[in-house]
């Protein structure tokens, strides 16, 4: 996909959106002042001071190319926060019509690899985002997800065996509803399990739920070429939004 300044949402809008998860999900991590007084540098070192772990797409880095700044990374510096594993993660995704599985809902497996990329951010820190990998992924199918819906993945890490390089995490895939509604994929890693992720609420659509079991490998393949973690970060929300097919189409949170 190929993102142009008129697909970029705008630093209001991605606000917006992070303030409307903070009131429903009581994310109190979000630093609110920071958002509100942003400044590129201020405003990274603040959000990393204050556990959040990276945030795309950050389109206050006014000073990387374009590409990069639609997918700043703020951990990429090398602070020992940085190496903490997160526990939680939020995947925020509009899930278009290419999508098709059933007659008018989403095949079940976008809805998977959503549920799957979610946990393996809540897995996996962003100092070593290969670390872990999925060994395991059982996805219980709700309801069926309407084409053209607006999604969230909430995922957060339950358990860790660190001497049998294992992780333990879950996943909830929600409706957005007025939350997000844009057509760019979007995350955030958080430094805090995701309370929100444990437990359905009466305010949001269930539509699938998944358990994971990710394992440290032992060996990584190699790579090819010098690859670097904001490279890596890029290409891994690139390849989300690549699968959920998004279209180039304006932010439209509304503010
Ligand atoms: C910011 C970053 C964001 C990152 C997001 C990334 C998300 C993307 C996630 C993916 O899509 S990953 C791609 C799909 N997954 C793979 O391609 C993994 C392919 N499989 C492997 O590489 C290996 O099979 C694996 C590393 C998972 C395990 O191989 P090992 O040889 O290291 O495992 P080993 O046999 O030593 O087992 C270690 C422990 O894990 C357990 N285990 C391994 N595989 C298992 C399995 N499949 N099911 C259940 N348990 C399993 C195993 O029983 C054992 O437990 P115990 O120590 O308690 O005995």
Redesign the pocket.
């Given at each position: 996909m190929a993102f142009t300044e008129d697909t970029l949402p705008s630093l209001e809008a991605w606000k917006c959106f992070v303030r409307r998860l903070e009131e429903r999900y009581g994310l109190r991590e979000v630093p609110r002042a920071s958002w509100l007084g942003a400044q590129r540098p201020d405003f990274l070192s603040h959000a990393l001071q204050q556990r959040v772990a990276?945030l795309l797409p950050a389109a206050v880095c006014d000073d990387l190319s374009q590409k990069e700044a639609r997918f700043c990374?703020i951990s990429d510096q090398s602070s020992t926060e940085a190496k903490v594993a997160?526990p939680g993660?939020i995947i925020a995704a509009y899930v278009g019509r290419n999508l098709q599985g059933p007659s008018g809902g989403v095949h079940g497996g976008a809805i998977a690899?959503l549920l799957?990329?979610s946990?393996?951010?809540a897995?996996?820190?962003?100092s070593d985002?290969?670390g872990?990998?999925?060994?395991?992924l059982v996805v219980n199918y709700r309801q069926i997800v309407p084409l053209g819906s607006y999604v969230l993945a909430l995922a957060y890490v339950h358990d860790r065996?660190p001497a049998?390089?294992?992780c333990y995490g879950m996943s909830r895939l929600v409706d957005a509803g007025a939350l997000a509604q844009s057509t760019d994929t979007c995350a955030l890693?958080l430094q805090r399990p995701l309370e929100a992720a444990r437990r359905d609420t009466a305010r949001e659509r269930v539509y699938a739920d998944a358990t994971a079991?990710?394992?440290?490998?032992?060996?990584r393949p190699e790579t090819h070429g010098e690859r670097s973690l904001q490279t890596?970060?890029v290409n891994?929300v690139e390849s989300v939004s690549g699968f959920l097919g998004a279209q180039a189409r304006p932010w439209r949170a509304s503010l």
């Open positions: 990276y990374s997160v993660a690899s799957d990329a946990i393996g951010m897995t996996n820190p962003r985002p290969d872990y990998v999925t060994a395991q065996e049998r390089r294992k890693q079991l990710f394992v440290r490998q032992r060996h890596a970060a891994r």
